[in-house]
C-alpha cells in the first residue's frame, strides 16, 4: 500500500490550520510597528545568541515607541556578550512585553507570514530562493509541522529541477527548472491570501496549477538515489 507521508507519517506534528492569530490588541500592535519581531520570536524559540538583526530588532522597537530600558541596553549591546547574560536579558524583554506568551504554533504562522510578506514587497531571485529555503528549515525544525510542509516540498523540488532537470516532490508539471521564480513568486501571492497548506486557493482562482501532493516515500527514495 503506498504510503503518504502527509497523513501516515506518525513523527510529524499534526497542527490545526488557521490563517488568523489571535493577538490582545498589544502583541497585535507591536507586531503591526514591527513585523521582524515575528523573526525574533523564533530566533528566542531557537535559541540563537546575539546577531545583528537582534540589535536591529531592538533599535526598530525603540524607534516605534517602546522605549524600555532592556531594549536600550540590547540595542547597545555588544555582539560578543554573554551567551548566559544575553539570555537572560531578553527574557526580562520578552516579559515585559508580553512576547513570552505567544504559543509555538503562533510563532510558526507570524513567522511564515512576515517572510513571505517580505519576498512579495520587494521580490527578486535571491530573495525568493532565500525565503524558501528558510520556510523548508523551519518545516524541518518543527518536525515537517503541516503549515509549512508544502513549502519544504516545493523547495525540495526546485532544488531537483535544478540539479537533474527533473523532480517527483511537487505534483504540477508547469514547475519547471526555467520557471521556477515566477512560479514560486506567484505561489507566495496566493498563499498570503489564504495560507491554507492544501492550497485550495489554487483551484479557486482557476489557475492552471493542479492540486500539490505529498510524494510517497518511494518516490523520494528513487529520488534521492538519482541524487547518488
Not at 508580553?98 to 530573495?127: G, R
Request: proline letters at 3%.
Amino acid at each position: 500500500m503506498e504510503q503518504n507521508l502527509q497523513i501516515d507519517d506518525k513523527d510529524r506534528q499534526e497542527y490545526p490550520l488557521t490563517d488568523i492569530v489571535k493577538l490582545d490588541a498589544t502583541l497585535n500592535e507591536i507586531l503591526q510597528k514591527v513585523p521582524s519581531t515575528a523573526e525574533i520570536l523564533v530566533y528566542k524559540q531557537q535559541k540563537i545568541n546575539i546577531n545583528t538583526q537582534w540589535k536591529d530588532w531592538a533599535f526598530e522597537m525603540l524607534m516605534a515607541g517602546y522605549e524600555t530600558e532592556n531594549l536600550f541596553i540590547l540595542a547597545g549591546e555588544d555582539i560578543h556578550c554573554n551567551p548566559f547574560e544575553f539570555t537572560e536579558l531578553t527574557d526580562k524583554i520578552f516579559e515585559e512585553l508580553h512576547l513570552n506568551e505567544i504559543d509555538a504554533n503562533s510563532i510558526i504562522i507570524l513567522y511564515s507570514l512576515f517572510i513571505v510578506k517580505s519576498v512579495i514587497q520587494s521580490p527578486d531571485k535571491n530573495k525568493v530562493s532565500a525565503a524558501l529555503n528558510k520556510l523548508e528549515q523551519e518545516c524541518i525544525n518543527n518536525e515537517y509541522n503541516t503549515f509549512l510542509y508544502d513549502f519544504y516540498l516545493l523547495s525540495n523540488a526546485i532544488d531537483e529541477l535544478k540539479a537533474l532537470g527533473e523532480q517527483w516532490y511537487w505534483n504540477d508539471a508547469s514547475l519547471t527548472k526555467e520557471n521556477w521564480y515566477e512560479y514560486t513568486l506567484r505561489f507566495f501571492k496566493l498563499w498570503i491570501e489564504n495560507p491554507d497548506p492544501k492550497y485550495k486557493i489554487l483551484r479557486e482562482n482557476n489557475c492552471n496549477a493542479s492540486l500539490p501532493k505529498k510524494k510517497n516515500i518511494f518516490s523520494r527514495l528513487i529520488s534521492y538515489l538519482k541524487r547518488k
